[in-house]
């Protein structure tokens, strides 16, 4: 029978949660507000913000910054107290920047004008002078392919913007992020010879953003770079305008062998079930420009936050409550799919998996990826959430680095802050730690740190029968 969602969340929330919340309710109320209280007397996420943006801002993998991330994020752990702090370690890919990034219109009679770029993640490089071609203009695959042999020789550009009618800015980003991911693939089958992807963020300024790339196999490798959104739109003009242009790329980066880096995690281990598991996350690496402030440190500091507010408490959970740094989200999740893998994991069951990595801004709540039979149980405990600001509670994906684990069946929790200015900072020089609020990014880790207890002292009850993810 095909129940309506809605109307049974609905209903869910206004049930006396039987059987559900088995400590007293006014527990997780008494609860989340010394979690608030705290928290907020104290921002303490955003002190370890500081730290790691300032001592490994860029901290892509593979990268000394990443290997000095992993020794702060151990650090935290230790001096907070957590138990079983230890490194799982992984071999991860190593791509660098390089120091030449740099792009010219060259029109004839004309000085030569400059374009704001930077290398996408995964690029190869421009021969050293660089490569100069004609530019075509495109929005979507489907348009390319209809060029024909137009195409041929040429810089494909592509330019259909994040749409910014829509209200979830994520929704938006997916909906654009294909011409970053696999437009040098696309553009080589065209016999383009390079790639100027607009950026993707809803900012109209002077500010490229980076992001992760794709080559595929048996595909020619072009250089692949992203244009800010205020050249990519000057440029458009010209062309729209017929102007004889060129554009002179410049790239100077490389990728290098599989370097070993490692996740991290440290635990408050469960007094009555401890091989029983609730993962809190986000992930350490981050792209190499501006430091990772909001994707994710934010997400990071949080974790570990969460944990030190529930040590602060003196509650012990039944189930082992753990924080986890991911490492390599950006480009290649072999942290995510390292933990999955890890030997350690054959003794564990997890409970839950829970990840930040939305931004550090105001929660409202969490997206739930799981069966309807969890949402509805999880649905029970809104007012708790509520009063820490976080119960907006939806089916929704719910982290990369936590997806490996979703995928067996795990249920996952994502964060879902506030997003409009997410992507005007994601994976751009803007995207540091003055962006970041201290109070919104402590009440993400008190939202983490209630749901996260709830979850360990309740377990979460999938109903094996409607099973329907
Ligand atoms: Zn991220």
């Known amino acids: 029978?095909?129940?309506?969602?809605?109307?049974?969340?609905?209903?869910?929330?206004?049930?006396?949660?039987?059987?559900?919340?088995?400590?007293?309710?006014?527990?997780?109320?008494?609860?989340?507000?010394?979690?608030?209280?705290?928290?907020?007397?104290?921002?303490?996420?955003?002190?370890?913000?500081?730290?790691?943006?300032?001592?490994?801002?860029?901290r892509l993998s593979g990268?000394?910054?990443?290997?000095?991330?992993?020794?702060?994020?151990?650090?935290?752990?230790?001096?907070?107290?957590?138990?079983?702090?230890?490194?799982?370690?992984?071999?991860?890919?190593?791509?660098?920047?390089?120091?030449?990034?740099?792009?010219?219109?060259?029109?004839?009679?004309?000085?030569?004008?400059?374009?704001?770029?930077?290398?996408?993640?995964?690029?190869?490089?421009?021969?050293?002078?660089?490569?100069?071609?004609?530019?075509?203009?495109?929005?979507?695959?489907?348009?390319?392919?209809?060029?024909?042999?137009?195409?041929?020789?040429?810089?494909?550009?592509?330019?259909?913007?994040?749409?910014?009618?829509?209200?979830?800015?994520f929704e938006a980003y997916g909906g654009a992020v294909d011409q970053r991911s696999r437009g040098a693939i696309q553009a080589a089958k065209s016999g383009g010879v390079a790639v100027l992807v607009r950026s993707m963020t809803l900012a109209i300024d002077g500010v490229p953003h980076t992001g992760g790339m794709a080559y595929q196999d048996g595909v020619k490798k072009i250089p692949s770079a992203a244009i800010s959104t205020r050249d990519a739109e000057e440029l458009s003009a010209l062309l729209r305008k017929g102007t004889n242009l060129r554009v002179r790329l410049m790239l100077s980066c490389r990728t290098l062998p599989d370097a070993p880096s490692a996740n991290v995690v440290g635990e408050i281990a469960g007094t009555e079930k401890p091989g029983e598991v609730v993962v809190v996350g986000g992930h350490l690496d981050a792209w190499d420009k501006g430091s990772g402030a909001h994707d994710d440190g934010a997400g990071c500091v949080q974790a570990i936050e969460a944990l030190d507010l529930l040590r602060k408490t003196g509650l012990k959970p039944?189930?082992?409550?753990?924080?986890?740094?991911?490492?390599?989200?950006?480009?290649?999740?072999?942290?995510?799919?390292?933990?999955?893998?890890?030997?350690?994991?054959?003794?564990?069951?997890?409970?839950?998996?829970?990840?930040?990595?939305?931004?550090?801004?105001?929660?409202?709540?969490?997206?739930?990826?799981?069966?309807?039979?969890?949402?509805?149980?999880?649905?029970?405990?809104?007012?708790?959430?509520?009063?820490?600001?976080?119960?907006?509670?939806?089916?929704?994906?719910?982290?990369?680095?936590?997806?490996?684990?979703?995928?067996?069946?795990?249920?996952?929790?994502?964060?879902?802050?506030?997003?409009?200015?997410?992507?005007?900072?994601?994976h751009s020089d803007k995207d540091t730690p003055e962006r970041v609020n201290p109070r919104e990014l402590e009440m993400g880790a008190i939202a983490e740190a209630l749901l996260a207890y709830i979850i360990a002292q309740e377990g979460l009850q999938a109903d094996t029968l409607t099973r329907s993810r």
């Not at 374009?115 to 390319?144: D, H, K, M, N, Y």
């Not at 820490?388 to 802050?417: E, K, Q």
């Open 63 to 169: 990268s000394a910054g990443a290997d000095t991330a992993v020794e702060v994020a151990k650090a935290w752990m230790e001096e907070r107290g957590f138990s079983n702090v230890h490194l799982e370690h992984i071999m991860v890919p190593r791509w660098e920047r390089g120091r030449t990034e740099r792009a010219f219109l060259e029109i004839p009679g004309k000085a030569n004008i400059p374009v704001a770029v930077c290398a996408l993640g995964g690029s190869i490089a421009t021969p050293a002078g660089g490569i100069s071609a004609g530019v075509v203009e495109v929005r979507s695959f489907e348009e390319l392919e209809r060029l024909g042999r137009a195409a041929s020789g040429k810089i494909i550009f592509f330019n259909r913007p994040m749409d910014p009618s829509m209200l979830n800015t």
């Open 318 to 426: 039944k189930r082992t409550i753990r924080a986890v740094m991911f490492m390599n989200e950006e480009n290649g999740l072999r942290g995510g799919r390292g933990y999955v893998a890890d030997p350690l994991r054959r003794s564990e069951k997890h409970t839950a998996v829970i990840e930040s990595d939305a931004g550090g801004f105001a929660p409202r709540g969490f997206f739930i990826d799981a069966d309807s039979a969890i949402r509805a149980q999880v649905m029970g405990w809104k007012p708790f959430m509520e009063t820490v600001n976080a119960g907006r509670l939806l089916a929704g994906r719910s982290g990369v680095d936590i997806s490996p684990m979703v995928a067996t069946g795990v249920p996952g929790f994502g964060l879902d802050p506030e997003n409009h200015r997410y992507f005007d900072y994601h």
């Open 1 to 58: 029978m095909k129940t309506p969602l809605l109307s049974s969340l609905v209903l869910a929330a206004f049930l006396p949660a039987a059987g559900q919340v088995t400590d007293s309710a006014s527990g997780y109320g008494a609860l989340a507000a010394r979690l608030l209280h705290t928290g907020l007397g104290r921002p303490g996420a955003y002190l370890m913000l500081e730290q790691l943006t300032s001592r490994a801002a860029h």
